[in-house]
């Protein structure tokens, strides 16, 4: 268990406790203090003086905190959680077993999402077809998958792309078409925050950056391994995705989203997992000159 965290004072002892009371032979938790500047790590060691925490000097992003945290730790799987989430009493019990009595690439298990008073409780597609899913959290997450060791070091995220980072690691792994077992009745909790601040055109900017980037590396990666005209409807599904943020609120750079993955353009319409409004609205922007 990896839990790379940055500035999560108030929230990381209510994460840790979700998982150490749980901490046997069979389970490490690892924390990576990604340059917290808040005391974070301090704050869990007052109460967790056992905890295994792993420094970087400087804030260094999300997807460096991760490739730190996996590849420090010894674990033959490999899971995610956020400093402000947690996981359910028995979850790691259960994939352990699971684990021991299978042998599967990866587990999987369900993500209950917290917001605003309200839980919602999702399950991945559980098809395995890339083609076929939506890209969605639940679907590509780290924190409800846990994974073998190996394929996700030799998926490693991109460096300094903090978005869509278990997106860029998950598709390269689930192109392999591992085996995949579930497990029922227990979930990730993913806490949302109550009030999330608007986002300034500078964190749509931020965010188109990473996903165009991530985008390209996935579609360079599938190309150099010959998966491209398989996966040709996932990967036109990322490219959409991704140069959408050219028309989010603030920006409306209609010129940059029609040059950015141009072959997209004409296959819209047949994306699938896109809501047929959107799908019209930006075929219809594909073809004003």
């Known amino acids: 268990m990896v ?15 979700s998982l150490l009371p749980h901490k046997s032979g069979a389970v490490e938790v690892l924390f990576v203090d990604d340059g917290s500047a808040d ?9 967790f003086p056992e905890a295994m925490v792993v420094r970087h000097e400087a804030n260094r992003g999300t997807a460096a905190a991760l490739t730190t945290g996996y590849r420090a730790a010894h674990g033959d799987y490999l899971l995610r959680c956020d400093a402000d ?4 009493g028995n979850l790691l019990d259960a994939i352990v077993g699971l684990i021991v009595e ?3 690439d990866i587990v999987e298990f369900a993500m209950r999402t917290h917001e605003k008073g309200k839980v919602k409780v999702e399950m991945p597609s559980g098809n395995g077809d890339l083609n076929d899913m939506a890209l969605s959290t639940v679907n590509f997450s780290l924190c409800n998958h846990a994974v073998r ?12 792309l903090n978005c869509w980072e278990d997106l860029s690691v998950m598709a390269r792994i689930l192109s392999r078409q591992p085996s995949v077992a579930r497990i029922d009745g227990l979930a990730y909790n993913y806490v949302r925050p109550d009030s999330p ?5 500078a964190d749509h900017s931020v965010i188109l950056r990473d996903r ?18 398989k996966f040709r409807p996932f990967l036109d599904r990322v490219k959409f995705s991704a140069k959408a943020r050219y028309m989010a609120h603030g920006m409306r750079d209609r010129r940059a989203w029609k040059t950015t993955f141009p072959e997209v353009n004409s296959r819209i319409m047949r994306l699938s997992h896109i809501r047929l409004r959107h799908k019209l609205m930006f075929a219809i922007l594909s073809l004003i000159p």
Do not use: M, Q, W
């Open 39 to 47: 005391g974070s790590a301090d704050v869990l060691l007052g109460v």
């Open 102 to 104: 299978r042998h599967p």
């Open 149 to 160: 060791r190996e394929l996700i070091l030799d998926a490693l995220p991109y460096e300094a």
């Open 85 to 88: 989430d947690y996981i359910d």
């Open 197 to 201: 601040t608007s986002l300034s055109v």
């Open 3 to 17: 839990v790379p965290f940055f500035n999560a004072a108030s929230t990381i002892t209510a994460c840790a406790k």
């Open 212 to 229: 165009v980037g991530v985008a390209e590396r996935i579609d360079a990666y599938f190309t150099e391994n010959g998966l491209a005209e």
